[in-house]
């Protein structure tokens, strides 16, 4: 299973992002995936999770109104739109896969991770 995010960069207060998630090796629409994120000298945190059928969604209350978790399970990719970007949202951003579950806002319960995409918020 490989997951390889992109997207990220560097982008002002208030603009936007779209962070991409390309999964290979299962049955993409098997799995639930989920956004998480870590900044710099803290631990990694729930961003938002989906279903595999993309029904269901969960966000963290930092970041509920300001971006949308979707998914084209055609392309086995999964993105995380970003909107009214703020510093604090600064972090490397990772996806990751539960395999054939349900999703879920715990980093333990995830199978599979990415990379990461670092993404840097300037005021």
């Given at each position: 299973?490989?997951?390889?995010?992109?997207g990220g960069?560097?982008?002002q207060?208030?603009?936007?992002?779209r962070?991409s998630?390309?999964?290979s090796?299962?049955?993409f629409?098997?799995?639930?995936?989920g956004?998480?994120?870590?900044a710099?000298?803290?631990?990694r945190v729930?961003?938002a999770?989906?279903?595999?059928?993309g029904?269901?969604r969960v966000?963290?209350e930092?970041?509920r109104?300001?971006?949308?978790?979707?998914?084209?399970?055609?392309?086995?990719?999964?993105?995380?739109?970003?909107?009214?970007?703020k510093?604090?949202?600064?972090a490397?951003y990772y996806?990751?896969a539960?395999?054939?579950?349900?999703y879920?806002?715990r980093?333990?319960?995830?199978?599979y991770?990415g990379?990461g995409t670092?993404v840097?918020?300037s005021s």
């Open positions: 299973v490989q997951l390889v995010e992109s960069g560097l982008v207060a208030g603009g936007s992002l962070l998630c390309a999964s090796g299962r049955t629409s098997s799995d639930a995936m956004w998480f994120r870590q710099p000298g803290k631990e729930f961003v999770t989906i279903s595999g059928s029904v269901s966000y963290a930092s970041v109104g300001r971006v949308i978790i979707f998914r084209d399970n055609a392309k086995n990719t999964v993105y995380l739109q970003m909107n009214s970007v510093p604090e949202d600064t490397v996806c990751a539960r395999s054939g579950r349900t879920s806002v980093t333990a319960d995830y199978d991770w990379q670092l840097t918020v």
